[in-house]
């Protein structure tokens, strides 16, 4: 709460309408909500590092080109590497981010291949393969909504990811499967940096099926990955940045074959906590928010039950935003509430909550409102 049980939500700062309001993930289609937000990398990791440069066999990407390339010379020379996903009544994009040892790697959104342990890719040229999704992030949030795929033999062509940072105005061009039309090509520029620059904002056009395809730049390198676009919206689409991608690429532990994940890091279980039985995994909910003073809005949200140190119960609430609360219900009808902008401050208060039929209403002490439907909270 603003200043108090959301703070500021700073991470992605966007104001949303309350009416009509839809936070669509472009591979699938569908209204997804993000929920918990990871350290600033994306989580769970499980097949060797294709970027490693000691791999034996490793296929490094060419440089990115020199100068700025039109719309046309960045899709002739791109569409070799980008692959379109289709899993069950899932569609979405993919692009090759390293070949090594027989084997390809591909880059796209762990929202894509939701479910599926083996995912169909279609080239370009027409050809098909059978890919086995080898590592995978939470999904939780645009940061770890991240997948790798491994198909066996050199398919393909390697895409280069930016190393810089990208810049506001920085021409794009997204390469993927819109509505299913596949190889199609849109271009626009970066609008905004969001999220401590992990999130481009981009104008592009970002539909369902572009979802884990390419965000290239006029140098032709890979500046995002597209991920998601605020429905009812014109021009407000968002990709994860090479940044983001590029560390989930190095925490691939190596070590392991296809087929034969690895272990997970440490500290990775503890960070899948449970989830609210009435609000699984997977299910899509939207919050109302309202500062104090301000209008009410409709968030995008996930909230999942924690168990306390002290044996107590908290609730985890992810907002689509990248700032996060924990509540902790008492039977007097308090609430201890601890709110975190994405940006690693955090800071307590606390306020009251009501029941309803549809769920449970927060309310800090500084009169701002969070109603989080379908909880029915355990008291502490």
Not at 66 to 90: H, I, L, T
Request: glycine share 12%; net charge neutral; proline share 4%.
């Amino acid at each position: 709460m603003q200043s108090n049980s959301r703070i500021r939500r700073s991470a992605w700062g966007l104001k949303l309408g309350a009416a009509g309001l839809a936070f669509a993930l472009s591979g699938c289609g569908l209204t997804r909500a993000t929920a918990e937000v990871p350290a600033n990398r994306a989580a769970a990791a499980t097949l060797p590092a294709p970027a490693a440069k000691a791999a034996t066999g490793a296929i490094e990407p060419s440089s990115c080109a020199a100068g700025r390339q039109s719309a046309e010379e960045v899709f002739r020379s791109a569409r070799e590497g980008v692959a379109v996903v289709s899993s069950g009544n899932s569609l979405g994009s993919a692009f090759v981010v390293a070949q090594q040892d027989g084997m390809t790697y591909l880059a796209t959104n762990a929202h894509v291949v939701e479910g599926s342990e083996v995912v169909r890719l279609k080239w370009v040229d027409g050809s098909s393969d059978r890919a086995q999704v080898v590592a995978r992030g939470s999904g939780d949030a645009p940061t770890s909504d991240l997948a790798l795929l491994a198909v066996e033999g050199q398919r393909g062509k390697v895409l280069r990811m930016r190393d810089q940072t990208s810049a506001v105005g920085q021409e794009v061009f997204v390469i993927g499967a819109p509505k299913g039309l596949e190889f199609s090509l849109s271009r626009g520029v970066v609008s905004s940096l969001r999220g401590n620059e992990q999130i481009l904002q981009i104008d592009a056009a970002v539909n369902p099926g572009n979802s884990g395809g390419p965000v290239l730049d006029a140098g032709n390198c890979v500046a995002g990955i597209a991920t998601f676009k605020y429905g009812d919206s014109e021009g407000l689409n968002f990709a994860v940045s090479s940044k983001v991608v590029r560390e989930f690429l190095a925490e691939l532990p190596t070590g392991s074959t296809a087929g034969q994940p690895a272990a997970e890091p440490p500290g990775q279980r503890q960070a899948r906590r449970p989830r609210q039985p009435e609000i699984a995994r997977g299910d899509d909910t939207l919050c109302l928010f309202r500062a104090s003073g301000g209008e009410e809005e409709q968030i995008p949200c996930r909230i999942s039950q924690v168990n306390a140190r002290n044996g107590g119960t908290l609730y985890d609430l992810a907002w689509a935003d990248g700032s996060r609360n924990a509540y902790a219900f008492f039977r007097d009808g308090r609430v201890a509430i601890r709110a975190d902008d994405g940006s690693g401050r955090a800071q307590s208060d606390q306020g009251t909550f009501r029941r309803f039929e549809e769920g449970v209403a927060v309310r800090s002490s500084g009169d701002s409102l969070a109603f989080i439907p379908g909880l029915d909270p355990v008291l502490n």
